[in-house]
């Protein structure tokens, strides 16, 4: 808290929902105590970069729609890397869910600028991207990077994590909701009682309130799930095995086999009621053992197994009596924390939570 | 998570349950990884200071029982600000629950020690100590406090709510089960039927569990709560009125006024089952309504109403179905959060998760 803190150049790239949101979190913060001063903004097609006058709230928006320079984030980390100094630091904000993006976060981190994303695709991506970023964020003069809005947006649960790992406590499992959006399906799906809504139609209501992606397979697959899963089993790598990539999660998709390539959201929307049945016998199924059913992440740390997908839970459950709306809901169970878990819930997407998270992350730099 | 930390010198004051879990957490760290060098131990009767030759987890407890120096706060507080540099931190770890050691941070701060603690006493007390302290730590050279276990033990319960503040969120009202004791006890008590065990026999079993203190009074009288309340509640000072004490919480106490003054714990759970009548009343017309009984801190930012006392919710609402054993549970609701709040639960209380907390503060400096 010391009012001593150097300054802090923020560069953003990004400038979509979330982005805008973090920019307007950021400026937000009254200037009297505020370290930052957003120098750099980029989107898909502009850029500007003024370290002298930073960008302020009103502004952004149009300085950066009125720039003629394109996007060159070579020599945006030219820029940013002459900004480094013993008291001048340097934090460039990644809101794109871009992979070229990621690719850059080493040389970035090597440069001494520290990388702050919600974007998932560096932690959960290959190991050899993975393995290059720690090892920059750990070496002399590196930048720090920080992504806790990758699981959970704005909820406290990688640093949660990073806590329970570096004090000494053994995790034994996580098992969380972790999609807002499979949160939402299965809450209004299953309930406990053996009949409801068909499949179809809670995925099509979903999808016109935009909880789902524009093509809902893009959820149902699970990906996202196992993604998050990557990150959190990364973070306790030394203890769990470490996996290769995101696609080594045993993610079980929802998808019915027949649907797997249907090219446009509106056709697979059209053709899904079809399986329907399929779905009310696992709802009835589970109804009849008192059980609700829940799409959710597990990493199991004693048998090695990290897994994505539709589970049964008992309908006095957590899972199924506190979650509601689109929440996610993680739960940590630890040596220390015993029989009972640490749990933490709530929105785990939107662009407020998840800036908010980012700019969380933005603060530990201070 | 650079390897190039600085060396971070530690001085632990108070070796009970959690000061001693505290010491074997800390020096459980690989010594590779570690840039900790715990250089001093006070207990209530012996002190160690020794800087070139930092303890270690073999030896601690003899080096201080053999001690022959008696604990000299003026003394420890010359010899760590000595090693106050650039490129030296020195943190002192208060595990006390004093208010005579919690008067002396400012002196601490100031003197560039940061101070971090799981002792309520300092942000519950009075304002003037509690400015003093964010005064120090806010200044130019200033040490770092810290208190992430003064709520909820090792669940990030601070830590949050200060992302959520300083993200520029509005808080609108925190509510929860602040007291392991006091959840354990309506856990037990009240679970929406219209009967069950005795109130005196259930707080009868929480003592002889050694989930009270040993007067059960000192829980019963909800002070813990008030005092986590107005710890909270200077945290998000900004937009609530700041609390003068913890004595500004409106605080209902549990204990009968007839016993208000008995000077024993056995004496006084002797004496409980008169009031057991009383309490069934209570439990009966909760349960009439569908409702059970919880002891609940609640900080109501809007009305500027700060409150600990028993309430009553439905049997669907977490606090009823979702809580068990003596865990914590509190709800964050904010703007960003909406209708569904940020929660976070576990265990509240005990020495490897208070110590957790106190270490994942410290592992902030690094």
Redesign the interface.
Known sequence: ????TPKIYVAVVGVGLVGSEFIN?LL??PSSSSPFHLISLTSTTRTVFNHTHPISSSSWKSELSNSADRPDLPKLTQQLSALVSPTQKVALIDNTSSEDVAALYPTWLNAGISVITPNKKAFSGDISLYEAIVAA??????G??LNEATVGA???II??LK??V????KVVKIEGVFSGTMSYIFNEYSTGKPDGPAFSSVVKIAREKGYTEPHPADDLNGADVARKLTILSRVISATSPRLQSFASVETTSLIPPALENIATGDEFIARLPEFDDHFQKMRAAASSDGQVLRFVGVVDVASGQVRAGLERYPT?H?FA??L??S?NIIM?HTE????????????GAGA??T??GV??DL?KLT
């Not at 964020?137 to 590196?142: D, I, P, V």
């Not at 220390?336 to 929105?347: D, N």
């Open positions: 808290m010391a009012s001593s979190q937000a913060i964020a750990s070496k002399t003069g590196g720090r990077f704005g909820l406290p640093s949660t806590d329970l570096a004090t000494g406590d006095t957590p009596t506190s509601g709306g929440d940590f220390r924390y015993g029989t009972r878990p640490l749990i933490v819930q709530g929105a407020a939570v800036a908010m700019l969380g603060l």
